[in-house]
């Protein structure tokens, strides 16, 4: 992904990027029984990350426990991303986010 966001000339947003894609996927992970995908796109300087997967449950908002080790993905997509939400699919469910880069 670093390489990809490079080339695309949007380095600026990898550490981003890459937080809240390994929040997304990792939600997946915990609640999907099957395979996921992930895709990247561009349109002028925004990148939109989606992960699809089988559960078509939408990712919730919890207030995390202060000592517990996970629950505070939807958190940093509120602070991170400049737009995220969910979309039913056929088959489950897209998460997506979407970030801006330097002009």
Not at 3 to 24: F, I
Request: hydrophobic residues 40%; contains cysteine.
């Amino acid at each position: 992904m670093t390489r990809q966001l490079g080339d695309w000339g949007l380095g600026d947003l990898t550490d981003t990027a890459e937080l809240l894609v390994s929040e997304v996927v990792t939600n997946s992970l915990r609640h999907a029984p099957g395979p996921l995908r992930l895709n990247l796109r561009i349109c002028d300087s925004r990148l939109r990350c989606e992960v699809e997967d089988v559960n078509d449950a939408a990712p919730t908002r919890r207030a995390a426990d202060v000592v517990a080790e996970g629950g505070r993905g939807t958190e940093l997509l509120d602070l991170l991303a400049d737009a995220w939400g969910s979309t039913a699919t056929a088959t489950g469910k897209t998460t997506w986010f979407e970030l801006t880069g330097a002009e």
